[in-house]
C-alpha cells in the first residue's frame, strides 16, 4: 500500500513525556506536597508538644523544689536537704537541677536522662522551644528538651518508615493501574501509527476505559473508511489499467484492419508507378496515382478518427452556459411541447474544466430522464454560484412514477459518481419546486469551488 506523506513539525521536550510518565510524575508531585505539608504539620505539633510537656514538667519540678526550701529553712542541716533536692532529679528526662553558692558556683548539679542515640542537632534546634530557667532561691532548674525532642525523632523515623512503605506500595500500585489502564491507548498509537504508514486494515482493540474505547472506536472507523476508499482507489486504477489496455487494443486492432491494408496498397502501386516508369509506360500512371492518393486520403479519414477518439472535444470547452443551451436546443427541437425555462447565472471562468463537465453530465442526465421517462410541460433549469459552492437545478412537472432512483441506474450512478468526487452532492426529491410531492423530480447538485482549478481568461 502507498505510504501517507510525513508531516514534520516542532515537538517540544513536555511532547516527547508518555502519558503514563506524566501521571506518575504529577503522583510524584503530590506525594512530595502532602510529605512536606505532612511534615510541617508534624514540626508544628512537636514543638507545641515539646513545650507543653515541658511547662508540665517545670511546673511540678517548681512545686517540689519550693517544698525541699520550706524544709531546709526549718532543717538544722540545710546543706543535707538541698543536696537531696537537686539528687532528687537526676534522672529526669526534662529537668536539670543546679545548686549554686551566692558567687553563683555551682556546688551540685543533678544528671539527667541522656538518650543513648541523640538526634541531630539540626532536628534539635527546629523543635526546642527555649524555655527560660526558673530559679527558686539557690536551686535552679533548667529545662531539658532532649528526651522528649528524641521521642519526636524516633516517632518521625517510625512514621517515615511507614509512610516510605505505603508510598511505594501505592506508587507500585499506581503504576500498574496506569499501565493496564492505559494499555489499550499505546494500541490506538501503534494502530495509528500503522495507518499513517499505509495499512488501513489495522484494527484497535475496544477495550480499556470508556475514553480509551470511544478514541479506539473512532480510530477504527477511520482506518475502515481510509480502507473502503484504498479499495475503491485501487479498484478504479485497475479498471483504469483495463480500459487503457482495451484502448490500446483497440486502436491496435484498427491500425492493422485500416491502416495496414492501405499501407500495404500504397507500396504495391508506388512500385507500380516505378515500373511503369521503368518500362515506358506513362499514361498508367496518373490511375496509379490516383490509387495511392485515394488510398492515402482514407487513412487520413481513419487517423483522424482515431486522433477524435483519443481526445473528444468536450461540450464544455467553450463554456457550462453555452454547453447546457445547446442542450437544451437539441431536446427543444426534439420535443417542442416542452417549455424549457433556463436560468444560467453563472461565471465560467470561476470554474475548473471537470467542474463543468461534471455539471453539464448532470444537466445531460436529467434532461434526458425528464423527456424520455415523465412526459413533463414544463423543465426548469438553472445554474448559480452560491457562496462557496456551484449549484446546478433541474426541475420538471411529469409524471412521478418515472422516479430516477426506484431501481438503481447506470446514469444516476454516474452523476453521483461525478459530483462525490469533487466533493460534491446530489439530491434527488420527488416534486417540482412550485407543487412538491404532487409530480415531477427536483435534481440538486451542489459542487464546492475549490473541487478544480479555475480556468483562467
Known amino acids: 500500500m502507498a505510504r501517507l506523506p510525513d508531516f514534520p513539525g516542532n515537538f517540544s521536550r513536555t511532547a516527547r513525556t508518555s502519558l503514563?510518565?506524566?501521571?506518575?510524575?504529577?503522583?510524584?508531585?503530590?506525594?512530595?506536597?502532602?510529605?512536606?505539608?505532612?511534615?510541617?504539620?508534624?514540626?508544628?505539633?512537636?514543638r507545641r508538644s515539646v513545650s507543653a510537656e515541658l511547662a508540665s514538667a517545670m511546673a511540678s519540678a517548681t512545686q517540689a523544689t519550693a517544698t525541699a526550701l520550706q524544709d531546709a529553712g526549718a532543717s538544722d542541716?540545710?546543706?543535707?536537704?538541698?543536696?537531696?533536692?537537686?539528687?532528687?532529679?537526676?534522672?529526669?528526662?526534662?529537668?536539670?537541677?543546679?545548686?549554686?553558692?551566692?558567687?553563683?558556683?555551682?556546688?551540685?548539679?543533678?544528671?539527667?536522662?541522656?538518650?543513648?542515640?541523640?538526634?541531630?542537632?539540626?532536628?534539635?534546634?527546629?523543635?526546642?522551644?527555649?524555655?527560660?530557667?526558673?530559679?527558686?532561691?539557690?536551686?535552679?532548674?533548667?529545662?531539658?528538651?532532649?528526651?522528649?525532642?528524641?521521642?519526636?525523632?524516633?516517632?518521625?523515623?517510625?512514621?517515615l518508615l511507614i509512610v516510605g512503605l505505603l508510598s511505594i506500595l501505592g506508587i507500585v500500585l499506581m503504576a500498574w493501574t496506569v499501565r493496564r489502564a492505559l494499555a489499550p491507548l499505546e494500541a490506538v498509537s501503534a494502530v495509528l501509527a500503522r495507518v499513517g504508514a499505509g495499512d488501513f486494515e489495522a484494527r484497535?482493540?475496544?477495550?480499556?476505559?470508556?475514553?480509551?474505547?470511544?478514541?479506539?472506536?473512532?480510530?477504527?472507523?477511520?482506518?475502515?473508511?481510509?480502507?473502503?476508499?484504498?479499495?475503491?482507489?485501487?479498484?478504479?486504477?485497475?479498471?483504469?489499467?483495463?480500459?487503457?489496455?482495451?484502448e490500446r487494443a483497440e486502436i491496435a486492432r484498427d491500425l492493422h484492419d485500416e491502416i495496414g491494408p492501405y499501407l500495404f496498397a500504397v507500396n504495391i502501386d508506388a512500385a507500380a508507378v516505378r515500373d511503369l516508369a521503368a518500362s515506358g509506360q506513362p499514361a498508367a500512371i496518373p490511375a496509379r496515382a490516383d490509387l495511392i492518393q485515394s488510398a492515402v486520403a482514407h487513412m487520413q479519414t481513419q487517423v483522424s478518427d482515431m486522433l477524435r477518439r483519443l481526445r473528444p472535444i468536450r461540450a464544455v470547452e467553450f463554456g457550462l452556459s453555452s454547453a447546457v443551451q445547446d442542450l437544451v436546443a437539441f431536446w427543444r427541437a426534439r420535443r417542442p411541447g416542452i417549455a424549457f425555462d433556463l436560468a444560467l447565472n453563472i461565471d465560467d471562468a470561476a470554474l475548473g474544466l471537470g467542474l463543468r463537465e461534471a455539471l453539464y453530465r448532470v444537466a445531460q442526465e436529467a434532461l434526458s430522464n425528464a423527456v424520455r421517462h415523465g412526459a413533463p410541460s414544463v423543465i426548469a433549469l438553472s445554474a448559480e454560484l452560491a457562496g462557496d459552492s456551484a449549484v446546478l437545478k433541474v426541475t420538471d412537472n411529469g409524471a412521478a412514477p418515472h422516479r430516477p432512483g426506484g431501481r438503481p441506474r447506470f446514469g444516476l450512478t454516474g452523476m453521483r459518481e461525478r459530483i462525490a468526487a469533487l466533493g460534491g452532492e446530489l439530491v434527488i426529491d420527488q416534486g417540482s419546486g412550485d407543487e412538491p410531492g404532487k409530480g415531477g423530480w427536483t435534481v440538486t447538485a451542489r459542487v464546492p469551488l475549490h473541487a478544480a482549478e479555475p480556468v483562467r481568461p
Open 204 to 246: 484497535a482493540p475496544s477495550g480499556g476505559v470508556v475514553e480509551v474505547a470511544q478514541l479506539a472506536h473512532g480510530v477504527n472507523a477511520m482506518a475502515g473508511q481510509l480502507d473502503s476508499i484504498d479499495r475503491e482507489n485501487r479498484r478504479l486504477h485497475e479498471q483504469l489499467l483495463t480500459v487503457q489496455e482495451e
Open 77 to 159: 542541716a540545710p546543706d543535707l536537704v538541698l543536696g537531696r533536692a537537686v539528687r532528687m532529679f537526676d534522672g529526669n528526662r526534662h529537668i536539670r537541677a543546679l545548686w549554686r553558692d551566692r558567687s553563683g558556683v555551682v556546688r551540685l548539679a543533678s544528671q539527667p536522662h541522656v538518650p543513648p542515640a541523640p538526634p541531630p542537632a539540626w532536628f534539635v534546634r527546629l523543635i526546642d522551644p527555649h524555655a527560660e530557667a526558673v530559679r527558686l532561691g539557690p536551686i535552679w532548674l533548667e529545662p531539658q528538651p532532649f528526651n522528649e525532642i528524641d521521642e519526636v525523632w524516633n516517632g518521625l523515623l517510625d512514621a
Open 20 to 46: 503514563a510518565g506524566r501521571i506518575m510524575l504529577a503522583a510524584f508531585a503530590a506525594l512530595a506536597l502532602s510529605l512536606a505539608v505532612g511534615a510541617g504539620a508534624l514540626v508544628w505539633d512537636a
